[in-house]
């Protein structure tokens, strides 16, 4: 619990607060050298770099600051100087005040430093090897020793003792604040030192970073530093006097290596392709791709549609023969099927009657049965799509067999080579996580005979396990690369992801046999690659495909052609300060060619112009951090998340966390065939234990950048990983990759300020910030990163956003909100993870709404954004399209405004993005993304949900219904078309 958080850094915080303990150790007697062998450095600081962080630094950030935030702080034993640190460096100052001297450089978060015996030296905690460790430093700068942090074993400090030993003094909540209580050993007796270490009452009191004090040397006072200074308080009269300083801060950062993207309207390369693989005869491919099925000849090279139908259509593949094709279907009202169809062409035929969720046909051998499974007709979870039953359906006359029930949709069926036995991974048969399940069997049709292939603890990233047809080879993807496993005769195979038998053999999905098994093909991107497994050496642990057939689709980009007026209207630009009373904006072929006051703008004859006389318009609205949860594998024919977000006015969104199927929703909103906001995607999070499990090297973090950029990925989303070297190795990844990085940590905020001197271009989710002042906020502000605070959702605040403004804007729905937003009561649309359902709405209860918590954290971006941090708006999709109105009215409340928050939701998105070229502002040349508002944001920011239009790409659609107006008019067919 302490690791999710704190994260890595505050963990080794806590645990390390013993240095402090130690230091007086060191101050009551001989200082004791606790670490010498050959890992110790001893080198010059400010002539070498002593780091070993993959990461150097390359530009230096300079800033004067007279406070500073969770200042540790230590007195020499002479109690003329004091040590702290500041923004993950440590200062010495005369116990008196004055001018600071840093003492410490690089790109190291170091903290907590104390003062060696003879004051020649000091101690302190640094990530400067990539873990946290323990240095020593002589105060002439000369000398920097790292220490092994195992040798130290003192328990964590609680409270201090003075040198004299007569008092006690710790830190303790009460009255929703802390304070510093001493006891008297003497009089037996406790008095409050300091009746509040913090500014006013504050919701974040029990995450506030508890800062490291120090006695004076004579015992008469202590030293702490609290609201920004540093105090020294003397015990008998409690006389509270600041110690003044002025730091001239030079904080090393590594560079800012920041990649920007166009936003085009050519016809684009499909690269999301699923299920590749060839006939028999070799002459044609078959795929999934914008959720449908295509054939391709191999010498003609053109895709051709498999067949018209009103629904999705997934995971095609080839009878052994070559004659037929199986794929699946799903429609949003009816649910899905299991057809066939020739591969030569002709109408599909329907093998299933009842509707279901269906996955993964499987031809037998002999082409007389079908293995699908099929669960409930529900489109499920990112993370989980559910169980179901797996089935036998006969390719002709009969009835389906049952094979086993509750088995993971997550699943890869194959037959044996008799077609008498189906090979899949069962239901779990032990909710034990330290006991192997069965990972894959072979059972009989008849069900007589039950036999365990491979056997590991339960792991849903091992997915798409098939064995080959000569039974030689096991192969299975995880990590989104394909792995080949050996099978020795009469043993049962070890599943795991660090099997050391595994061959690994690259990226890919999506497994498929050839010639009876003797050849291994797979899918990644839109390439379809294979390999002879004959010429693969037992001892070999990684090979490469040796063929690699690219599959070139060209797709039309969806936006709205011809030439549109918008007339009379209230335009705030964006473009600085910028606001045109009775203006016009014309849109040709979905940008914008001309802007400004009406008798400014040339309006041609014969084209449409939409009267807007006292309407507002706003660039569409850009969410940085939505989250969306789409379901894997098989897609909705439109989701229901992508129609609320556009509904209420999200023209671009970006997912921080979703899946690898991700991209190919990305592919079908930039087509058109589906509807709602442009959609950036990071694919599956870095995450470790979370779809990518390694990175032990910069070979492992280019392969995952790789992969993202196969897929037309842009953005790389980096999670909590271990150590500052990982975050590090992908960083440098991205950039090679030409993809920019943003991270979400632990919420400790030394750990964001470790990311942000890496050099990264983004941080999802504000810390727990506790108080900060000046210090902190200037680093960001030089940085150049992108924030994004996510309110809604910001620990520490005993109220989040969100239930605020559920309660008092939104609990009682319109019919807007009843038509996107879903019911608990209709599941055939969404499985309810994350996104909160209509009655979760209309349920809220009421808020405190004199003292919201959350304004403690909406101030700190405010203050944020006025010095100059690109803060940005992301709502974290716990209320889809609402959620970015109470995450812009959050920013507002916090104190910019309402022309810098109605920024924060646009032009910073945009920019965050690396896509400012094209949107976030309304100007001549860029995309036509626009609100068209019957009320003035400028006015009253909760006016941003009086919409009346949207427009994205040049096309108009109706804000309650989202009717297309122009350039055609369609009605919107809603859910099941």
Known sequence: MLYRIYGPMGVCFCLLNCLFAFAQTIKNGADVELYNDKKALSINSFTKDYSQLPIKPERTIKFTTNEG???????????KQLLFDLVGDIHLVSSKGGKTRQLTHGLGVKSKPVWSHDGKAFYYISDDNGELRMYKQSISGEIITMLSSSDISIKERTDLRSPNGRYFAYVRDTNNTKVLILYDSVKDCKKILISSLLSKPYSYTKYTILSQFAFSPDSKSIYIGYGGKIHQVFIQDGKNHIIPFSANVKSDLGAFVYNKFRISYDSFELKYMRSINRRADGKQLVFSGLGKVFVMDLLKGTPKLIAQQDAMQFQPIYSFDGQWIAYVTWNDKYGGQLWKVNSAGGPPEQLTKIPGHYQRPAWSPDGKWIAILRGKPTLNDRDEPGTGTLELIPTSDGEPIVIEDSVPLWNCISF??????????????TKDDHKNCDMLVAKSIDGSLLEVIAEGLEDRYIQQRTLSSDGKYLVYSAREDIYLLPIEAGKVLQLSTNNPQAIKIGPGVDPVWESNGRKLCWTYSNHFYSIDCEQIKKDEKSIKATEDIKLSFEVPSNYGKGVVAIKGARIITLKGKEVIEDGTILVKNGRIINIGKVDEVFIPEGITILDAKGKTIMPGIIDLHLHMRLSPDIFPQQSWMFLANLAYGVTTARDPSLNFDSFGYTELLHSGKMLGPRLYSV????????GLIKLDNLEDARAFAKKRSALGGTVVKQYMLHDRRQKQLLLIACREAGL???????????DQIAMIKDGSTGIEHNPVWGEVYNDVLQLI??????FTPTIQVTLGPEEPAKEYFKYKFWRVPDDKMKQFIKSDSDRLFWSGSGAESLENIQNTVAKDTIGMTFLAPARINARMTKIGVKVGLGSHGNDQGIGAHNELWALQMGGLTNLEAL???????????????DVGSLEVSKIADLIILNKNPLDDIHNSREIQYIMKDGILYDGNTLNEVWPKKNKFLGFGR
């Not at 502000?781 to 992108?786: K, R």
């Open 416 to 429: 044996s080579s008799d077609s008498k036995k189906v090979i899949f991974q069962p239901k779990f048969r």
């Open 903 to 917: 920024r924060a939701a646009t032009l910073t998105g945009a920019e965050a993005l690396g896509i400012q070229e």
């Open 781 to 786: 502000a030089h940085s150049g990163v992108f």
């Open 69 to 79: 935030s969770y200042m540790n702080i230590d007195v020499s034993p002479n109690g």
């Open 683 to 690: 694919g599956r999070a870095a995450r470790i234990g979370d």
């Open 740 to 750: 920019n990085m943003t991270n979400e940590g632990p919420l400790d905020p030394l």
